[in-house]
């Protein structure tokens, strides 16, 4: 198995503040659509893990649950920069694990949702 990982979804309370907040982080732009009652807005993702910011029944966002590591590209700081710009909170500024994994971030969406950024640089 190559990937442990296939696809994560991010829950949003409010599905238009939440696109433009991961769209204003990575400066990209996400699609969207309707399935079956939820709003999804989907991550860019060509050959890699795919997923999408959605709102619906049962989308809670949450700071308890497993916690997802966000690329951060080549240096993690770039999109971090963008946090609270956008209107999320730092929470843990750039930290190195080690040198062989890189570093870490951690911050707060505009949901309510707790996340990680991890880069090796």
């Given at each position: 198995m190559k990937h442990f990982v296939n696809w994560f979804e991010i829950p949003a309370y409010n599905f238009e503040r939440a696109v433009s907040f991961y769209s204003q982080i990575y400066a990209i732009e996400m699609d969207?659509?309707?399935?079956?009652?939820?709003?999804?807005?989907?991550?860019?993702?060509?050959?890699g893990i795919g997923g999408?910011?959605?709102?619906?029944?049962?989308?809670?966002?949450?700071t308890t649950g497993p916690l997802l590591y966000l690329n951060g590209g080549k240096d993690l700081d770039v999109v971090l920069s963008r946090v609270e710009p956008a209107g999320g909170r730092v929470i843990m500024g750039k930290t190195l694990i080690n040198d062989a994994v890189g570093y870490f971030a951690l911050f707060m969406d505009t949901e309510g949702n707790r996340l990680a950024l991890h880069s090796k640089n």
């Open positions: 969207s659509t309707e399935i079956n009652g939820y709003s999804m807005a989907f991550f860019p993702a060509k050959n999408a910011v959605v709102t619906g029944e049962g989308c809670t966002p949450n």
